[in-house]
């Protein structure tokens, strides 16, 4: 069965500092893989997804992520975090088949101190 | 464009009442997914549509919950009669239908049952 695992509820870094969420999947094959920001009172917002191809995928934002299979990894990077960064990060794998349903992390949360 | 639409944004009654939570998918979207999050037990799949036609409704908690979707355009998520414990912020996603398309999600309903 799929399965994601967000192991950090809870992040915090300085503004400016670099950025690294951790993603890792359960899945039978090469999944599709996606990540979401959530700001308060909102809803999921697609930062960037990867489905063949190049494993180091850019997002919006300045954020980017890297497909490691070896790892069953979808690591979320910036490199110098902003203010306004902070959030709730999901990560969301779904299967290659009929169905189109994702399954997502429990999420992490990222606050960011001055 | 315009996104997921989602109405009401926020939604107070008491316990025992009938509550309809309303979207608008993307137009030209073939998949609609209704979820649910809570402090507790973070994001939910509650049901998801393809075409219309309810695909997995494994996730709907009771039989309280009910969901329809009557046209591509509109679907409905009841729950009958309300209890405290539906306290949540209902989301609705919708998707192009393709396996590996991400879902776009509307900035859901919070709920609350008194």
């Known amino acids: 069965a799929q399965s994601v695992t967000q192991p950090d509820i809870h992040i915090t870094v300085s503004e400016g500092a670099s950025l690294e969420l951790r993603c890792n999947y359960s899945?039978?094959?090469?999944?599709?893989l996606f990540w979401y920001v959530q700001s308060p009172g909102q809803g999921l917002q697609l930062l960037l997804k990867?489905?063949?191809?190049?494993?180091l995928v850019q997002g919006i934002k300045g954020f980017e992520a890297e497909f490691k299979r070896s790892q069953s990894s979808f690591n979320l990077r910036k490199p110098s975090v902003h203010w306004s960064d902070a959030a709730e990060y999901f990560c969301a794998v779904g299967g290659r088949g009929a169905t189109n349903k994702l399954i997502f992390g429990t999420g992490t949360l990222l606050a960011v101190q001055p | 464009d315009a996104g997921v639409i989602q109405s009401p944004r926020h939604e107070v009654t008491e316990m025992g009442q009938e509550v309809t939570l309303r979207c608008k998918p993307i137009s030209g979207h073939n998949s609609l997914f209704w979820y649910r999050q809570t402090m507790m037990r973070g994001l939910e799949l509650l049901i998801y549509f393809n075409n219309n036609v309810p695909i997995d409704d494994s996730g709907m908690p009771e039989d309280r919950f009910s969901a329809k979707m009557p046209n591509a355009s509109f679907s409905t998520l009841k729950i009958q009669p309300s209890e405290p414990r539906d306290s949540a912020v209902y989301f609705c996603a919708s998707s192009p239908g393709q396996e590996n398309q991400p879902q776009h999600f509307g900035d859901g309903t919070r709920l609350s049952i008194l």
């Open positions: 899945y039978g094959a090469t999944p599709y």
């Open positions: 990867y489905f063949s191809g190049d494993t």
